[in-house]
Structure formats: C-alpha cells, structure tokens
C-alpha cells in the first residue's frame, strides 16, 4: 500500500472517530482532517490514538493510586 493510500485511511479513520466519539459534524470533522491532512502517516497515528483514548483517560492515568490498592488489585 503507498503512502498516500495509508494517509487517506487513517485520515478516514480519524474522521469517523471524531464523529462517533467525539460529536463533530460532518463538515466539522472534515475541517480538522484537511487541517491535519499534511501531516506524514506517523504524526496522523498518533493523533488516531490520542483521539481514541480521549481526555478520561488521561485524568485515570494521573490518578494517585497507593501501592497497597494497586497490589489489592
């Protein structure tokens, strides 16, 4: 598969996950998909996978957690 190819799916992908998870519009995830359409194919999978996790999971990573309830579990 070329690079252009693998761009557009994951820019495809990324559209879908704004839409589905994140609320946007049609036209609004199509607006932030050609503002990161210059991006190369790594720069987009990291954005896919911070997009996926979303700003929840960020808060439960920073959570201060005892070792005697991280052992419990």
Do not use: C, W
């Not at 609004?28 to 359409?37: H, T």
């Not at 911070?50 to 579990?73: C, M, Q, V």
């Amino acid at each position: 598969m070329s690079s252009v190819h693998s761009k557009s799916f994951i820019l495809k992908q990324i559209k879908n996950i704004l839409i589905k998870k994140h609320d946007y519009t049609e036209e609004a995830a199509e607006s932030y998909i050609e503002s990161n359409r210059e991006k190369k194919a790594y720069e987009l999978l990291v954005l896919k996978r911070d997009l996926k996790r979303g700003p929840e999971d960020d808060e439960e990573e920073n959570e201060d957690i005892s070792i005697s309830t991280r052992l419990k579990n």
